[in-house]
């Protein structure tokens, strides 16, 4: 029972994949956006994460790494890069939520638009002053509310939260649905091609 369960997840993963694949990046999970997206948007996307190392753990269905035959859905996509390595903001926008009190760790949730970006497990706390939460690294403070820029150095990888070794966790979503990262980073690397190509 539980492995025929497994089948049909890992059928059902596979199936929105293809389907963002077919459809580029305008595509998010089974149907296409409400506002379309044009290739400029890439253009100036930051890929997320400096010294990276490769894809440790993909977006979808997978078994759980901490053993057994039960499945979770794996909400983001994971990068590999040594600890303390820089977080770079993927695009500008504002930080609606700073947390340290979940799996995701330590993290940074950011709204552009109809995008919502979070960045788990980072180094750091969150601290508290009259002016709301912030997230304290060393010198860095990434304050909840403020606005960073496309590129921004937003913290440093880290292992808070459930992980087992040093990465960056990445959830994007659109309207509320979560969307799979490399789709994402697939069609920024096509409107990049050229400038960045040695970067994916
Ligand atoms: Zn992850």
């Known amino acids: 029972m539980k492995r025929n369960r497994w089948l049909f997840a890992v059928g059902a993963s596979v199936v929105g994949l293809n389907v963002l694949a077919a459809m580029g990046p305008k595509a998010v999970g089974n149907q296409p956006p409400q506002v379309a997206v044009g290739t400029s948007i890439w253009r100036n996307g930051s890929f997320p994460v400096e010294n990276f190392q490769g894809y440790t753990s993909p977006f979808g269905y997978r078994s759980s790494p901490t053993g057994g035959y039960s499945t979770e859905f794996h909400t983001g996509l994971d ?59 060393g010198g860095l403070r990434i304050r909840q509310g403020q606005t960073v820029k496309a590129g921004q150095r937003i913290g440093r ?44």
């Open 79 to 137: 990068f590999a890069a040594p600890n303390g390595s820089y977080i770079r903001n993927w695009w500008s926008g504002r930080v609606i939520r700073v947390s340290d009190n979940t799996a995701c760790g330590t993290s940074v949730r950011v709204q552009s638009g109809s995008w919502v970006h979070v960045y788990c497990h980072m180094k750091g706390y969150v601290a508290r002053d009259s002016r709301g939460p912030y997230v304290v690294d």
């Open 157 to 200: 990888v880290g292992m808070t939260g459930r992980t087992t070794g040093p990465h960056l966790h990445w959830t994007l979503k659109y309207q509320g649905k979560l969307v799979d990262p490399a789709a994402v980073l697939r069609a920024m690397h096509r409107a990049q091609r050229g400038s960045i190509s040695q970067k994916l």
